[in-house]
């Protein structure tokens, strides 16, 4: 499995954005964000196989985040532009998805990063 370390989250004002960063070692063919909120279930953000570098993203996030792989440093990168108070959550990063449905299905993952806190103040 993966080992997995996220970096890049803050404090930012609605509107602003953040960038972060998810480092993996070892060969990973997926990875994903997830975010779980304070009394909330973790949710899938974004995923996307490391081959094709072709992002699947949640409703929610379309056309704000984007997700990306550098296969160059094995890292997973999210750039969350228009910020929302709503996406304030711990973001988590994810990688080794076993097929058997949805791509953004968190019992579906089998690695795990300790994640990161996003926060945004309205």
């Known amino acids: 499995q993966a080992q997995l370390v996220e970096s890049g989250g803050g404090s930012v004002q609605d509107g602003g954005s953040l960038r972060l960063s998810c480092a993996a070692s070892?060969?990973?063919?997926?990875m994903a964000w997830f975010r779980q909120a304070p009394g909330k279930e973790r949710e899938g953000v974004a995923a996307?196989?490391?081959?094709?570098?072709?992002?699947y993203y949640a409703d929610s996030v379309k056309g704000r985040f984007t997700a990306a792989y550098d296969s160059t440093k094995n890292t997973l990168f999210l750039q969350m532009n228009r910020l929302k108070p709503e996406d304030t959550a711990m973001y988590y990063c994810a990688a080794d998805f076993r097929i058997g449905g949805s791509f953004l299905a968190t019992a579906l993952w089998n690695s795990w990063g300790q994640g990161t806190q996003v926060t945004v103040t309205s």
């Open positions: 070892g060969y990973t063919a997926s």
């Open positions: 996307l196989y490391t081959a094709d570098n072709s992002p």
